[in-house]
């Protein structure tokens, strides 16, 4: 029997709410937060702009922010509310082997699809992905961790927000090794004169916490 991809859809949001609620996670929409000692995980369902009503993509969107930590590395005071995957510095999207398509949506529901099979790939996704990656971040150790990884993934091309939380990081654990590596690629990318404010940025940010950029220069 043919399904109704927006009812389908608004079970499965259901069942992802129900399941985020054991974890601890507060709902606000589609967006899901959970707070721990220093650090705010969450994550959210999120919808191709390109939907139909018989047509819906979607995906898992993950991210961390560091609560004491965000007015260094954003300028801006932190807010809980605004606390969704895209306004921290661990953003990742969950990618499923199982269903990818080749898009960066991995989930597609139309009439024809198989409900039962995609509903249980969802669920795994999050027991095996979501949920334990988020958990992962929730300390300074394990968000420090997450953001070299992806340091490390991208061969150093993150935004300046997730660097300097790194490096605040790195330097909070006495990552010397790491701290100078990092410092050194940095001063070096921004010594273009055409960069020159967000250098003189990025040395103020790292002052209030003690760094001092200039013993990295080479």
């Known amino acids: 029997m043919p399904i109704v991809p927006v009812d389908a859809f608004a079970e499965i949001a259901r069942e992802v709410a129900a399941a985020a609620k054991e974890r601890g996670f507060r709902r606000k929409a589609l967006v899901f937060r959970k707070g721990f000692e220093e650090i705010f995980g969450a994550f959210s369902v999120d919808r191709s702009k390109w939907n139909r009503a018989d047509d819906i993509e979607f995906r898992f969107s993950i991210d961390a922010v560091h609560v004491s930590l965000h007015e260094i590395y954003s300028w801006e ?41 995609l509903r249980t790939d969802v669920h795994d996704a999050l027991e095996t992905d979501v949920f334990p990656r988020i958990e992962a971040m929730s300390s300074n150790k394990g968000l420090c961790e997450a953001l070299w990884e992806l340091y490390e993934q991208r061969k150093g091309a993150v935004y300046l927000s997730q660097r300097i939380c790194l490096i605040c990081l790195l330097h909070e654990r006495d990552q010397e090794e790491r701290l100078d590596r990092i410092m050194r690629a940095t001063l070096a990318r921004l010594s273009d004169p055409k960069k020159q404010s967000h250098l003189v940025s990025f040395v103020a940010k790292l002052a209030r916490v003690g760094i001092d950029a200039e013993r990295f220069q080479p």
Do not use: M
């Not at 995957?85 to 080749?102: E, F, L």
């Open 77 to 117: 005071p932190f807010r809980e509310k605004d606390c969704r995957p895209g306004y921290g510095v661990a953003a990742q999207t969950i990618r499923r082997d199982s269903y990818c398509r080749g898009a960066d949506f991995p989930w597609r529901l139309d009439r024809d699809t198989n409900l039962d099979a």
